[in-house]
Structures are given as structure tokens and as C-alpha cells.
């Protein structure tokens, strides 16, 4: 991305991202069936884990007077990749794809290992076990199967229908991509200017959203999913609210008090974002 010049290939890089980032969430899930959704919260929440260090990076970038000024963080966007390819052979293989190889014993005692607090007997072994073999049964007697089969019956038809309003359609209504990507205008209707300032806000943005999810990632469980979304998603539209009415103020008569309000309330709508969103 750092090399190309038309805006197709950044649509495609970004198309292709998008698809790595959706297996390795789901391939995530499969990993850690205990602590699933503490897990797959805090998957998400790395997310803030890198978006403080690349603020930092264009932060200092900013003072590279050329194009590297943006191609250099885009490079960087390499390192986290090279990492995870050389940690490649310290990953142990996919119980799923023993068992098919017929390498149960292998299978069992990676289980026993990561599942099982080293117990080739442990009741969630010889379920998940037990699972996969049934599983990969069914596969093989199942000769043909199509994408059909997914909206087949009224359940399969509503959790996709939830994930698609949920992922697909509230998340991307519910204001955060004013935010998002809209951060520089919002901070400049809110009367900050300078660009090392909006780079600055910027940085303890991100800081304060990794603060926000990561404790959404440890209290979903406790708070539940449902109210978790009901609170957060409330909190974000009076935030947002207050935050226009304020814009509407301070272009009519400018003031560094109305400017500070605008300032916390989009650390406060961002952070309940966070919150639940994230995950």
C-alpha cells in the first residue's frame, strides 16, 4: 500500500485485510472455547493495542517534509505480519487436522496441554474430542453441501440476519465513523486547529479506548451482552447529540469552555464505543 498510486489497489488491499482480519478472528474463537468471550473481546481490543503506536509513528512523521510521510507508517504495518509468520513453527498443528490425518494421540495431548491444564482425561477434552470426530463424520457422509444451506431454516436465517444488522448495519449507523474517520474536522469544529494538537488528541484517544475495551472485555460476561449494547449504544447518542448541539454553539460564538466540552464528550461517546462495540 505504500508502494501504489491508484486509488483500485488501496481498495483491494483494504478488501483483502478485511477478509484476513474475519479468519483470524473466527480461527481465535475455535482456540479458546473456555474463555470465549473474554477472549474474542480482547482480540478486538487489540486493536487500540496497535492504534496508540501508529499515532505515535504519524505524530513523529509529520515533520518528514515528502510522500514518506504516510508511506513510512504504512510499511510498518509490515512488522506485526513478519512476527506472526515467524512464530509459525512454535504453533502447534490444528487438533482438527491430526484427527482427520488419523493422529488422534497427537491430538488428544495438545488438547490435554492448552484445554485440559495437562489432563488427557479432563470432561472438556473428551467432549471437544468427541465433537470433532462427530463432526468430520458428518462432513463425509454429507457429499454435497451449498451457501443454501445457510439460510435453509428460520434459526440459521435470524443469527445471520443478527450478524448482519448487528456487524454490518448499527455499528457503521451508530456515529463512531464521524469519529473515525471524520476526527481531524470534528476536533476543528471543536476549535482545535494545529495539526500536532489534533495529532496529540489523536494519541490519548487511543489510549483511552485500549483503557474502555479492555475492561469491556473482561465485564461482558458480567454485565451481559444485551445491556452491555442497550447502555453503551444510549450513552453514545446523548454524547453525540450534546456534541452537535456544541458545534452549533461554538460556530456561532466561539469559546474555549464550549471547545473543552466537545473535547471530553468524544472521549466519552468514542470510550462507550468501546465498551461493547469493539468486541
Not at 76 to 97: D, G, M
Not at 214 to 226: D, F, H, K, V, Y
Not at 244 to 263: E, H, I, R
Amino acid at each position: 500500500m505504500a508502494a501504489v498510486k491508484a486509488d483500485e489497489h488501496f481498495f483491494l488491499f483494504e478488501r483483502i485485510r478485511n477478509l484476513t482480519y474475519a479468519r483470524s478472528q473466527l480461527h481465535f474463537r475455535g482456540r479458546t472455547p473456555q474463555h470465549r468471550v473474554t477472549m474474542t473481546g480482547l482480540f478486538g481490543t487489540s486493536w487500540y493495542v496497535e492504534s496508540p503506536v501508529a499515532a505515535g509513528v504519524t505524530y513523529g512523521n509529520q515533520y518528514i517534509e515528502n510522500t514518506w510521510s504516510w508511506r513510512l507508517p504504512s510499511l510498518l504495518q509490515l512488522l506485526p505480519s513478519v512476527l506472526c509468520l515467524a512464530s509459525l513453527p512454535f504453533i502447534p498443528e490444528s487438533p482438527r487436522w491430526l484427527i482427520y490425518k488419523n493422529r488422534q494421540s497427537e491430538a488428544r495431548a495438545i488438547w490435554a496441554k492448552y484445554h485440559g491444564d495437562g489432563d488427557a482425561d479432563s470432561p472438556l477434552v473428551a467432549i471437544e474430542y468427541q465433537e470433532i470426530c462427530q463432526a468430520l463424520e458428518h462432513e463425509k457422509s454429507v457429499q454435497k453441501t451449498s451457501f443454501k444451506t445457510l439460510i435453509s431454516t428460520r434459526p440459521n436465517r435470524w443469527s445471520i440476519g443478527v450478524v448482519c444488522a448487528v456487524a454490518g448495519v448499527f455499528s457503521q449507523v451508530s456515529g463512531n465513523n464521524i469519529i473515525t474517520y471524520y476526527l481531524g474536522d470534528v476536533l476543528t469544529s471543536a476549535g482545535i486547529t494545529e495539526v500536532q494538537t489534533q495529532l496529540g488528541a489523536n494519541l490519548e484517544l487511543s489510549g483511552s479506548n485500549l483503557v474502555c475495551a479492555s475492561a469491556g472485555s473482561w465485564l461482558t460476561e458480567r454485565i451481559g451482552r444485551r445491556h452491555g449494547f442497550l447502555c453503551s449504544t444510549g450513552i453514545m447518542s446523548v454524547a453525540l447529540i450534546i456534541v452537535s448541539v456544541l458545534t452549533k454553539l461554538y460556530g456561532d460564538n466561539p469559546d474555549t469552555a464550549v471547545s473543552a466540552a466537545q473535547f471530553t464528550l468524544i472521549f466519552i461517546f468514542y470510550g462507550s464505543y468501546s465498551f461493547v462495540w469493539t468486541l
